[in-house]
């Protein structure tokens, strides 16, 4: 009994899993393509400030490490804004579009 019932779920569920997903149909009627070329200072790679060599840093004074570390953190930070306004201004562009 058990074993027959296990067979006719199984041929079941087997049948009912081949069905496969029903898909609506879409008709369209034009199609646009538009081309935007993103102005080149957009795309320019953004490139971070070169620290200072590891003897030349080491050659500073405590005092002065600590305070080209927070120099140089928020060089690098500017950086990373200076590159989020290109992303907006793409996106900004890409909206306008």
Do not use: W
Request: net charge neutral.
């Amino acid at each position: 009994m058990n074993k027959t019932l296990f067979l006719v779920s199984l041929i079941v569920l087997t049948l009912l899993g081949c069905a496969g997903p029903s898909y609506k149909t879409i008709e369209v009627s034009d199609l646009e393509i538009k081309y935007v070329k993103v102005p080149i200072e957009l795309i320019e790679p953004c490139v971070p400030q070169e620290p200072l060599p590891k003897a030349t840093y080491m050659d500073l004074t405590v005092y002065r490490r600590e305070q080209y570390l927070t120099e140089y953190t928020v060089s690098l930070l500017g950086t990373v804004r200076d590159c989020n306004l290109k992303l907006k201004k793409i996106s900004e562009l890409n909206d306008k579009h």
